[in-house]
């Protein structure tokens, strides 16, 4: 895990809140994304499997930004102020 | 499942639909006569199937999803009360560096292991792929001599081969005389066996149909909708197929097509099938229409169901009560389902939201339930004291 002392933000969507008890933002530590997601995880247990594979890929219909960019890779790198959102993509029926 | 088929149950039962849009429980009166639906559980799940724990009657297992959110397994240890996720659910392994691995799309099957094993659990996944949990479904392991043999992609084909939303491992199967002895049905795949606790497979599908496969005969490759064992016989397997109904008695290794008793005018397709729970020779099946683009739907749209009280040698129509005019009813492989009642209880639930029952074996029929959401399978429970 980072050394980083700064904790970059996650936004949780309304479909992984049940996980976080509510709430819509979650501050952790990491290098990486796969890192954040990794003491996101260990905080509150099966909620990175409910978007990320067991592939390490970014499910069919979720979509993961690092500073508003959207990304695939879980080896992103994180900056001091970086915000990550967990976006429920479009899906319909 | 654990089968203590040659007993009556008296009294309530419930009935546990995994719909399309979360888990129902339905209750009966002492008599049956009366129903009362409990639920949604996890409204806006994908509930393909829950089911009750014969050995306890109380831990409940939910298959899980929802249309952005992952595959999981929820767990009640007291009969539905409360829920807690899976610590672990079925995943497959990840795959070497540079290697595609596999993703488990949904859970789509349950079965409760064998009495003598009062906490293993069985899982079958869309795609095909089989898991066990031996601590009553917390934590979840990948059965290697299946998910990870060299052949596997070659018994379950590629995406050409798959169910419109993915291919399915169904229908698994602990053999209530030798906990060692499964059987799983896979759509696509057909049916295999292992008598090892699942560390080795043998193809279980000379006899049946492929029509869909140029190959005469194949090994493998069949679309079992439904496979039942017997709660009578281990030996006697029954299986609803894409192509027909089936009937086999071990240790042959030959499917016989009791489907060809069928009216010609109805034929012998259809998703779902339910076996009698003291009777090796009565079975229920709920035919569809196979037209040119199959429909799918009930024949001519008047709903039957279709009984054999001579181990496939006949067939009998069961319609009092059901719509015999734009009844235009879809039953899915696991929504049909049986109770251990004297008079045994049948009953389906359709794509439309509705539950139909029978007290009187299928002599006739009376709705239950309407207005619930796409249903995906129906299970008898009978909840403990």
Known sequence: MSELSTKVCIHIPTHLSAYTGGESQVMVGGATLGEALAELDQRFPGIRFRFITEQDEVREHMKVFVDREQVFDLHTPLGETSEIHIIAALSGG | ?????????????????????????????????????????????????????????????????????????????????????????????KAEEGKKGLSVDHVFWLTPGHASEPNV????????????????GATWQGVAGFNEHP?????????????PDGGKMHSVIVSHADANHLYIGMSSGGVFESKDRGATWTPL?????????????????????????????ANVLYQQN????????????EWVRIGENMP??????????????????????????ALDVWPRVSPNGEAAAYVTRDGGKSWQRQDK??????????????????DRCES??????????????????????????????????VEVAEFAA
């Open chain 2, 264 to 289: 010609k005018e109805v034929g012998d397709v259809g998703f779902p099938m339910t076996l009698h729970p003291r009777d090796v020779d009565s079975a229920w099946v709920f035919p569809m229409s």
């Open chain 2, 121 to 136: 659990w069985y899982a079958g996944s869309s795609p095909q792929g089989l898991f066990r949990s031996e601590d009553g």
């Open chain 2, 205 to 233: 599908n000379k006899g049946c149909a492929a029509d869909f496969i140029p190959t005469p005969d194949p090994e493998y490759g069949h679309d079992p909708h439904c496979v039942q064992m017997s709660p009578v016989d």
């Open chain 2, 344 to 377: 045994a209880g049948l009953y389906f639930g359709t794509t439309g939201g509705e539950v139909w029952a029978s007290l009187d074996e299928g002599e006739s029929w009376q709705q239950i339930a309407q207005h619930l959401p796409h249903i995906y399978s």
């Open chain 2, 151 to 163: 052949d596997r992609i070659k018994w379950v084909g590629g995406e050409q081969d798959y169910t």
């Open chain 2, 1 to 93: 499942m654990a089968s203590n088929g040659a007993t009556i149950h008296q009294g309530e039962v419930a009935l546990l639909l995994g719909t399309i849009k979360g888990g129902f429980v339905l209750r009966s009166s002492a008599s049956r006569s009366q129903w009362k639906t409990e639920g949604p559980f996890y409204l806006g799940s994908k509930v393909h199937h829950m089911v009750l724990d014969p050995r306890d009657g109380k831990t409940m297992l939910m298959a899980a999803r929802t249309g952005h959110l992952g595959p999981t397994v929820f767990r009640s240890t007291d009969a539905g009360k409360s829920w807690k996720e899976a610590e672990q659910p079925p995943a497959f392994p």
């Open chain 2, 321 to 338: 009560g059901l719509p015999q005019e734009h009844g235009w009813l879809t039953v899915k492989r696991q929504c049909m389902a049986i």
């Open chain 2, 242 to 253: 894409h192509c027909g109904i089936y009937r086999i008695d071990r240790p042959s290794n």
